[in-house]
């Protein structure tokens, strides 16, 4: 279940400095369509960033992004959207005074038009995350874990082909994140291609067939889970000089 | 009403809000015919011309609405827009001769054009920002016209402001001998810029802008530009506006900047849709049906010796509404008639 | 140009900028405390140019010994106005921020009652405060300088550093400015936060009565006259920078002596105009302002 190996999307040598600081240092990594690719690093690596220039959110300030071969860095975020690209924030912004369905209509006009098969779809997509009951609640009402599965399904409800994830099980109990592992593998067999970014690498093992390791704004590993963390320089970045030797 | 069922779709909630907008739309009914019987009911022309007022502000405040209430930015500029239909009906007709009908749309036009010019920068501020710079920009266009007597060959009169000029009554010259014909119009203005707004809320456009009301950044990650449909609705607000004032001029037979331009209108929209009840469809009505009473009261019966007290008034309603009903007061009338039809229901 | 007029122009800015900036000095205190929008401060100022009036008219009292009547007057308006109108909202929003455009809502509802209570009381007449010292214009080489002007213009640098060194001197000016950094560590380290908003917008008015009642004496007092005013303020703090006291002042004597040179060249009311314009401008170009650190 790898993908059928033609790259979606080609990050080639992106940079981001803010001030004095590199954030994302000369990135490169290929996304095979309908993987999982799992984007790690602790925290301050710089994987919003990058994340950011993929989205349209930041400028590169050199490299390029080709997705399906067409070059998109610089372009704005609703064109990103509507060329297949969706995201999710690594905090959760949903729109609070909206229904749950409203929510998940709002995405939907960038493929249709019928305002009726959008509120069908909507309705579909609360159904998927199994939300349907809570279609007509407002977001304000959500708890935490509920908006962030909104948050997902709201990128779902632009049809995206690739879809980009921030941290989502950030802060979730053992069971959410279990159930949102599950949600994740169920969007994949719908024909989306995935990267995640996660700084908890116990949710990661479960999901992603390859990784990719940044540690201040490079590219230090790129492989299997369970080979990756078995390099010293991964282990160093997320435990320090001390774990690293030690094992 | 049919808007409310079609933005609520959990199964149970459907059952009460079916009662609910059943419930509402006689409400609507109801008003509409009472609307339209009123001048016949009661042809005093003082309290037609009242009921005019009523009108024309609940018109205007409901363009306001279109734009500032679902995108949620406060503008205090309004009046500019107003301020250039006005100007342009009157002055079309004068000069030109040409038939305030269409003034009035040349007007709106005008506006709408002004607003891309005006809004265009501006949407990129927040809140207090925003707004502070719309005054700016009404402020300067006030100021100006108070200032300025010819402008091109244009003469506008500075503060003096222009009048009508009377050529007795005639459809084409939009000029009356009674009040009636003036209301039966800006009755259909109102109808047709509450539809607007009725469509607005199940469009494309509507949920648009309430995902950049709702969060800016999530908003385009859903293929929205705000900067696009923001501009998009404001011109459209202030093609409506600009209309209203096209009517003012002719229901007055007379513009000045002070009034039409000033701040104090453009507070006095903001106001009323925000003690209605802002990014609905009919809290700008209601706010307006509420307030502008006090006004035409106070006025008539106390303008005299007490020449601002309506507004004392405005400003206490809107404190308190700001701090106990931020929603606005269609916000509870809205409970009330869902529990009402619930228990006419269980009954 | 003749440099002489062109001179005088100058120096007629900087003492109006000067009171510009001391004017507005209230609005960008309260702004940077508490972040609220006052769009009621013109009004204030309004308030205490009326009492410094009606001090001289009903008991003979000078506008310029009126400030120990007015000051206070206008603080504990200021220390009302949070506490009763806008303090509710402050502790409604749970969430660290005010909504901004609440508050700016809020005090345009404020601005709405004090402008009209004072045209039902006063009427729609202008009246002016005239002060019974002997004040002839100083000379600055061949400039003329206008007594009173000058005593606003002072007491706006001396109000200014005043300002300054009290919150960064005293108990009271430190938790203030810990309280504008952050709210809720301020009130974990046990400042009432509460009392410090009050005082602060109480503080931020007194001031609106000092200028009341040095400006009664040369400026037409009419219930809107506090419009303008605020608006300038507005303008003026934008410049400057919100939040910043020296960039209060710096705001104030450049729209001074902007308007007073551009009204060398176009009519006063262009001059107005072109001022919005650069306010505008900055709002665009800037928005932290010439000393803001956005
Ligand atoms: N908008 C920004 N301005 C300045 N610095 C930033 C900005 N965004 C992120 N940074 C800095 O860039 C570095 C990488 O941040 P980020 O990409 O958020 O890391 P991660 O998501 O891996 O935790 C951090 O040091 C962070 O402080
Ligand atoms: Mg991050």
């Known amino acids: ?247 | 009403m049919a808007l409310r069922i079609s933005k609520n779709m959990g199964a149970p909630q459907l059952a009460t809000k079916s009662g609910y907008g059943r419930m509402a739309t006689l409400l609507v009914v109801a008003a509409g015919v009472v609307a339209l019987a009123l001048p016949i009911a009661m042809p005093d022309p003082y309290f037609v011309h009242s009921c005019i007022v009523v009108l024309l502000f609940a018109y205007m405040a409901t363009s306001w609405n279109f734009v500032c209430g679902y995108v949620g930015q406060l503008s205090i500029g309004h009046a500019m827009f107003a301020g250039v239909g006005g100007y342009a009906t009157v002055l079309i007709f004068s000069r030109l001769g040409i038939s305030p009908w269409l003034g009035m749309l040349v007007g709106g036009v005008l506006a709408a054009m002004l607003s891309v010019v005006v809004g265009y920068p501006t949407f990129r501020l927040k809140g207090p920002y925003f707004a502070l710079t719309t005054i700016a920009f009404a402020e300067m266009i006030r100021i100006w016209v108070e200032n300025t007597d010819t402008f091109l060959g244009i003469p506008l009169n500075g503060a003096a402001g222009i009048t009508v000029p009377l050529v007795g009554e005639s459809w084409v010259a939009f000029q009356f001998n009674g009040k009636t014909p003036y209301y039966y119009v800006i009755l259909v203005m109102l109808v047709l810029a509450l539809l607007a707004t009725w469509r607005l809320e199940r469009s494309k456009l509507g949920f648009y802008l309430k995902a950049i009301r709702g969060d800016r950044d999530a908003a385009e990650a859903l293929g929205i530009s705000p900067a696009r449909y923001q501009l998009v609705a404001l011109a459209i607000s202030a093609f409506m506006t600009g209309v209203g004032g096209g009517f003012y001029a002719q229901f007055f037979r007379y513009v000045n900047a002070d009034r039409l331009i000033g701040v104090e209108f453009s507070i006095d929209l903001a106001l009323m849709s925000i003690i209605g009840g802002q990014g609905t469809v009919f809290g700008p009505l209601l706010g307006a049906v509420l307030l502008t009473p006090i006004a035409e009261i106070t006025r008539g019966h106390l303008g005299g010796v007490l020449p601002g007290l309506h507004i004392v008034i405005y400003g206490i309603i809107l404190i308190l509404a700001v701090l106990y009903l931020p929603k606005g007061l269609i916000d509870p009338l809205r409970s009330i008639l869902s529990r009402l039809s619930k228990n006419g229901r269980s009954a | 140009m003749d440099p002489l007029i062109l001179g005088f122009a100058v120096v007629n800015g900087l003492l109006i900028g000067g009171i510009y900036g001391g004017v507005a000095l209230g609005l960008s205190l309260i702004f940077g405390v508490l972040r609220v929008v006052n769009f009621a401060h013109g009004s204030l100022l309004m308030v205490g140019l009326y009492t410094a009036y009606w001090l001289q008219a009903l008991a003979g009292i000078d506008p310029y010994a009126s400030v120990i009547f007015t000051v206070p007057l206008l603080f504990c308006m200021g220390y009302f106005i949070q506490r009763v109108i806008i303090a509710p909202l402050i502790w409604r929003e749970s969430a660290l921020v005010v909504e901004p455009l609440s508050a700016l809502l809020l005090t345009a509802g404020v601005y709405l009652v004090i402008d009209n209570l004072a045209l039902m009381a006063f009427g729609p007449d202008v009246r002016s405060a005239s002060t019974s010292l002997d004040m002839p214009p100083i000379m600055l080489g061949p400039i003329p300088v206008n007594m009173q002007r000058f005593i606003g213009f002072s007491a706006a640098i001396l109000a200014a550093i005043g300002l300054v060194v009290w919150l960064r001197q005293t108990r009271m000016g430190r938790a203030i400015r810990a309280t504008a950094q952050n709210r809720d560590a301020a009130a974990l380290s046990g400042i009432d936060v509460p009392m410090i908003y009050a005082v602060t917008f109480g503080v931020g008015t007194a001031l609106l009565g000092l200028f009341g009642s040095l400006l009664a004496t040369f400026i037409p007092i009419t219930p809107n006259v506090g419009l303008s005013f605020g608006i300038r303020s507005f303008i003026v703090v934008v410049l400057g920078g919100i939040g910043s006291i020296p960039g209060s002042i710096l705001g104030g004597l450049v729209i001074g002596v902007f308007e007073a040179i551009a009204s060398q060249f176009v009519p006063a009311t262009s001059a107005a105009i072109l001022s919005l314009g650069l306010f505008i401008l900055i709002l665009l170009v800037r928005p932290g302002g010439l000393m803001g650190k956005l």
């Open chain 1, 1 to 247: 279940m790898s993908g059928d190996g033609t790259p979606l999307l080609q990050v080639r040598g992106i940079s981001k400095r803010f001030g004095g600081l590199q954030a994302v240092h000369d990135l490169s990594f290929d996304l095979r369509r309908g993987e999982i690719l799992a984007l790690l690093g602790p925290n301050g690596a710089g994987k919003t960033t990058a994340f950011n220039m993929i989205a349209g959110y930041f400028r590169t300030d050199q490299g390029r992004i080709l997705f399906e071969g067409r070059d998109i860095a610089g372009r704005k975020p609703w064109d990103i959207c509507r060329i297949g690209i969706a995201r999710t924030f690594q905090l959760s912004k949903p729109f609070s005074d909206l229904t749950v369905a409203e929510n998940l209509m709002v995405g939907g006009f960038v493929r249709r038009s019928e305002i009726d098969e959008i509120r069908a779809k909507a309705l579909e997509i609360a159904d998927f995350l199994g939300m349907g009951h809570q279609a007509a609640t407002e977001v304000q009402h959500l708890t935490a874990f509920d908006r962030r599965k909104l948050e997902l399904g709201r990128a779902l409800s632009t049809e995206p082909k690739l879809l980009l994830m921030d941290e989502v099980v950030a802060g979730a109990t053992p069971s959410e994140a279990q159930e949102m592992v599950e949600l994740v593998r169920r969007i994949r067999d719908r024909g989306v291609t995935i990267l995640i970014v996660e700084h908890v690498m116990k949710v990661i093992m479960a999901l992603s067939e390859r990784v990719i390791v940044m540690e201040s704004g490079r590219l230090i590993a790129n492989g299997k889970p369970k080979d990756v963390v078995r390099q010293p320089e991964v282990l160093k970045a997320y435990f320090g000089e001390g774990y690293a030797a030690r094992a």
